[in-house]
């Protein structure tokens, strides 16, 4: 992938930004070419035509007409922007024997990132790209005539709008590197969001619980903490207490198996047979007992005693709670002004 950014998956999408898209329009009215990007991707490389404008020169038309034509021309890019010097301006003589102009941007070969333009005809001696694109053009099956008719009316590259396409290209070149930039900076974000998920929290806390019971041998097996005790006795006692510590905590069975090296079904095994009880039924239990001390706190009303002891919705709270205590959270609470 690209230098400095290669945990990015480049998309056509990521190339949709208006600054490039007004780019390639100045190329367009000023200049007769379209912007091209070659990019990396997982698979090898791609393009992507930049902006919103359909315009294409006819000799292009008729040399992409044909799928084999189109794939040559496809071909032709990717190895423009393999074959050019990292932030240069070169001139490269495409597989038609026209001329197309490459900034390449970064990374190796294979990797590359460049910005190309459409063909154009930059030669003085018109003549001799014509001999070659005549050539080409009847491999291609391309109507002699047309062809002509096409390659007359090819844009031609004076010095004035020579300096004018490679300032339109410095310019893309520097929008693709901001892109790039915000791209790396937004999957670095990413990353670091991940790594703060529920999931990715729990598994750390347990982890950290887990460290002095975790056998140096073998690395997979909790030491035994009692006496007489198995190691996945005392492994489910460990995880009893971590969670009866801290229930309100969004814990989920599969990350506490992750936690503890195993599978979540031989977790629920283990659980199961020391406490006679599903995971998920001593989890409420325990956010239950903890909502009795929150519901003491006069200042919370019950929606916000729910979400502290890590109820996601306060009307199923409010259920759980009346099924194992006979009355309401609220009710349970005006008896307390009674004691």
Not at 138 to 159: C, T, V
Request: glycine share 6%; proline share 4%; aromatic share 6%.
């Amino acid at each position: 992938m690209l230098t400095n950014h290669a945990t990015i998956q480049l998309k056509p999408e990521d190339f949709k930004y208006p600054i490039l898209d007004t780019l390639s329009e100045m190329a367009v009215k000023y200049l007769g070419l379209r912007l091209v990007i070659v990019y990396p991707t997982p698979d090898g490389m791609s393009q992507v035509l930049v902006g919103s404008s359909h315009y294409l020169a006819d000799f292009c038309k008729l040399v992409q007409g044909s799928a084999e034509g189109a794939e040559h021309c496809r071909m032709c890019h990717l190895l423009m922007a393999q074959s050019s010097p990292e932030g240069s301006n070169l001139i490269k003589r495409c597989h038609t024997g026209a001329s197309s102009l490459v900034k390449h941007i970064s990374g190796d070969k294979g990797s590359s990132l460049a910005v190309l333009t459409s063909c154009t005809l930059i030669d003085e001696d018109t003549a001799s790209s014509w001999e070659i694109i005549q050539r080409r053009g009847k491999k291609l099956g391309i109507d002699g005539q047309n062809l002509k008719k096409a390659h007359h009316n090819l844009r031609k590259l004076n010095a004035e709008k020579m300096e004018m396409a490679e300032y339109i290209m410095n310019m893309a070149a520097q929008a693709l590197k901001l892109i790039l930039d915000k791209l790396s900076a937004d999957a670095a974000l990413e990353r670091e969001k991940k790594r703060h998920t529920p999931d990715a929290i729990i598994t750390t806390a347990i982890e950290k619980e887990l460290s002095g019971a975790i056998s140096s041998q073998g690395g997979n097996k909790p030491a035994t903490n009692k006496a007489g005790q198995s190691p996945s006795a005392s492994l489910i006692d460990i995880v009893t207490d971590v969670v009866a510590s801290k229930p309100h905590l969004p814990f989920r069975l599969s990350a506490i198996a992750a936690a503890c090296r195993i599978t979540p079904n031989h977790f629920s095994h283990l659980f199961h047979e020391q406490h006679k009880q599903c995971f998920s039924d001593f989890l409420t239990e325990q956010r239950l007992i903890m909502a009795k001390t929150l519901l003491k706190d006069l200042t919370l009303n019950v929606s916000q005693v729910a979400a502290g002891a890590g109820f996601r919705d306060a009307g199923y709270f409010s259920r759980r709670f009346r099924q194992k205590n006979g009355v309401s959270p609220s009710e349970w609470r005006q008896t307390l002004s009674r004691r």
